[in-house]
């Protein structure tokens, strides 16, 4: 295992070359910033651009992360689905603190928000569900996401269960799928430098403006 540990240790990190970024012309709303650098980042054809770690805490003070994927984004905030039953859900019934997290990097760039996630109306929820795909759906509808698995076969019975069901009821909804919006108090634009001089622009909401502060790379 050590020549795996050795390319460990000597992988290389943000090589560049990056786009240039003009921390003095930047807009005042970071959400307008987000779209221009989300552009920036599918016009470089980076994989995935939209999926993004979001960071919960549970009951106990304890953070948990893991990969999401953004639905939307307006001048309220950042969107995000999930199952309400599952571990983040249950966190987010308990504290509504949340942190997201892009690296696209091709291109050297970080967002960092910070925020509450709050979960939408009745209709935008149903909504959603209705729009995902026939599996995706029938897999909520199981509605047992994060729970442990006792065996595989368990998972394939249900889901074949819930494709039939669907075939019947192709209509019904999850009672535990959420559409959830972040909204940001803060949020940071990194840009890589290839030179190590890196720049860092945030974002902080005073009441109901954003002032915006350069940072310490
Ligand atoms: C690229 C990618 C996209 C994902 N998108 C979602 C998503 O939109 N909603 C979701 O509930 N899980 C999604 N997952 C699965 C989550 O990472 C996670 O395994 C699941 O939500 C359970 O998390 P929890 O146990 O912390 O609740 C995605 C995983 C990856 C790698």
Do not use: C
Not at 44 to 51: L, V
Not at 101 to 108: A, K, M, Q, T, V
Not at 114 to 129: H, S
């Amino acid at each position: 295992m050590n020549h795996v540990r050795n390319k460990i240790q000597n992988s290389k990190t943000l090589l560049g070359p990056f786009p240039t970024f003009e921390v003095q012309e930047t807009p005042d709303s970071p959400y307008e910033l987000f779209l221009n650098w989300f552009q920036v980042a599918y016009d470089h054809d980076i994989h995935e651009p939209h999926a993004m770690t979001l960071s919960t805490v549970d009951k106990d003070g304890n953070p948990d992360s893991r990969v999401l994927i953004l639905k939307d984004v307006d001048e309220e905030g950042w969107y995000f689905s999930t199952s309400t039953n599952s571990e983040k859900g249950k966190q987010l019934m308990t504290t509504s603190n949340v942190s997201l997290n892009f690296y696209w990097s091709l291109i050297g760039r970080q967002i960092r928000i910070r925020g509450n996630a709050i979960k939408m109306d009745k209709e935008t929820n149903v909504k959603d569900f209705l729009n995902r795909g026939k599996v995706a759906r029938a897999i909520s509808l199981i509605g047992k996401q994060s729970s442990i698995l006792v065996k595989q076969s368990d998972f394939e019975e249900a889901l074949s269960d819930q494709l039939s069901n669907l075939e019947n009821n192709p209509l019904e909804v999850s009672d535990s799928w959420a559409l959830y919006i972040v909204r940001a108090n803060e949020v940071e634009f990194w840009q890589a430098d290839e030179k190590r001089q890196h720049l860092r622009l945030k974002y902080f909401l005073k009441g109901d403006h954003w002032i915006k502060k350069l940072l310490w790379a």
